[in-house]
């Protein structure tokens, strides 16, 4: 099984340009989130999305955008990327996530660099 | 928000010592997990605590699960550098659809 994941690995952008981390998972979990990564600030929660057709933001939504058309794949955009947004941005899925015992499985991540 | 504090933040040690990472909140969690991730990779889980008070062992590592579900703590015995990595907690809330992380201990174990 490939597991999560994401691409690109690694990408520069200009302030202003738009762009789109792609995210598939295959193992038909439902959940799946999106998690930005900066020094010391461990990893928070940008969207989530707890099935097909259903997002929800987490603790730093703005400047991103999502949508779940399906169960494998959970997009994350930049329509007008900032420096704000240089980082290192995860995903992650799980089965569910209202359980205290499932595990979220993360891709290896995409590090982006806004110039 | 839920906040969770770690400390310290980095960690530097000789192969063969002991070390102890605390994760501490105000706020309580309905279970709390442990993740190391290694440059280049994402986190992975290590274990779930659940129960106020529970202690569980994976080999050298011991988790720690506050009586009051608001802080846990990690002790590794007689660390190996294959231990190095960024430790990362996380809980989650009751309401159960959200994890918080912490801001993650660097540790590095020097042969």
């Known amino acids: 099984n490939a597991g999560v994941t994401q691409t690109p690995k690694f990408q520069v952008l200009k302030t202003g340009q738009s762009m789109t981390l792609q995210c598939a998972q295959d193992?038909?979990?439902?959940?799946m989130s999106w998690y930005r990564q900066d020094p010391g600030m461990g990893l928070r929660l940008i969207h989530y999305?707890?099935?097909?057709?259903?997002?929800d933001q987490g603790e730093v939504p703005n400047g991103y955008n999502v949508s779940r058309s399906t169960t494998e794949d959970f997009p994350l955009r930049l329509l007008s990327a900032a420096p704000s947004q240089t980082s290192v941005y995860f995903c992650a899925s799980s089965p569910r996530l209202v359980s205290g015992a499932n595990v979220l499985t993360f891709g290896a991540g995409s590090r982006l660099t806004v110039l | 928000t839920q906040l969770l504090e770690q400390s310290p933040q980095f960690l530097s040690i000789q192969e063969g010592e002991n070390l102890t990472v605390y994760c501490n909140s105000s706020s309580v969690f309905s279970s709390l997990q442990w993740y190391r991730q290694e440059p280049g990779e994402g986190p992975v889980l290590l274990v779930t605590?659940?129960?106020?008070?529970e202690v569980k062992k994976l080999k050298r590592l011991t988790f720690q699960f506050g009586d009051a579900r608001k802080d846990s703590s990690l002790h590794i015995t007689a660390a190996q550098p294959g231990d190095t990595g960024l430790y990362l907690c996380a809980g989650r809330g009751a309401a159960g659809n959200k994890l918080t992380f912490g801001g993650g201990t660097r540790v590095l174990v020097k042969p």
């Open positions: 999305s707890v099935g097909a057709g259903i997002t």
């Open positions: 193992m038909n979990h439902e959940y």
């Open positions: 605590v659940v129960t106020g008070g």
